[in-house]
């Protein structure tokens, strides 16, 4: 497979993710022709991802004031990380195209938790593999 202009868009994009999000560091990424594998690693010491908004542990300079937390270094999660790949990538890829406005990508996207390093180690294989496992996806026409 080789990545086609819209492809190196997305991958452009999250690429440059940790530059709007300290807390967040990347790992092994593949763009396929119908979908991405990821791993998006989150350092929020203390930090516990419960949906779109932190949730203090204790002692961490999270101040919970009610509906949002009040914070001395912004955290963003996961729901976050990747809304922003998909707004990113879409509107670059529309304005190539000269389709402003078009959906790119599906409404939910599946994520999983690693909790272990041989988990990461299987995870990170099975990403690097997925390209060449390509002609047996049943969704290829």
């Given at each position: 497979m080789y990545m086609n202009e819209y492809g190196l868009i997305?991958?452009?994009?999250?690429?440059?993710?940790?530059?709007?999000?300290?807390?967040?560091?990347?790992?092994?990424?593949?763009?396929?022709?119908?979908?991405?594998?990821?791993?998006?690693?989150?350092?929020?010491?203390?930090?516990?991802?419960?949906?779109?908004?932190?949730?203090?542990?204790?002692?961490?300079?999270?101040?919970?004031?009610?509906?949002?937390?009040?914070?001395?270094?912004?955290?963003?999660?996961?729901?976050e990380f990747v809304r922003a790949l998909k707004t990113f990538s879409s509107r670059k890829i529309n304005e190539v195209r000269g389709t402003v406005g078009h959906p790119i990508w599906q409404t939910r996207f599946w994520d999983r938790i690693i909790r272990d390093e041989q988990?990461?180690?299987?995870i990170r294989i099975y990403i690097r593999n997925n390209p060449q496992a390509w002609k047996h996806d049943p969704l290829v026409i």
């Amino acid at each position: 497979m080789y990545m086609n202009e819209y492809g190196l868009i997305v991958q452009q994009c999250w690429d440059d993710l940790p530059n709007h999000y300290p807390n967040l560091r990347l790992d092994e990424f593949v763009v396929m022709p119908n979908h991405i594998h990821g791993i998006m690693i989150i350092d929020n010491v203390g930090i516990v991802e419960t949906g779109l908004k932190p949730v203090s542990t204790g002692g961490d300079g999270i101040v919970e004031t009610g509906l949002k937390p009040v914070s001395t270094t912004r955290n963003h999660g996961l729901f976050e990380f990747v809304r922003a790949l998909k707004t990113f990538s879409s509107r670059k890829i529309n304005e190539v195209r000269g389709t402003v406005g078009h959906p790119i990508w599906q409404t939910r996207f599946w994520d999983r938790i690693i909790r272990d390093e041989q988990a990461l180690h299987q995870i990170r294989i099975y990403i690097r593999n997925n390209p060449q496992a390509w002609k047996h996806d049943p969704l290829v026409i």
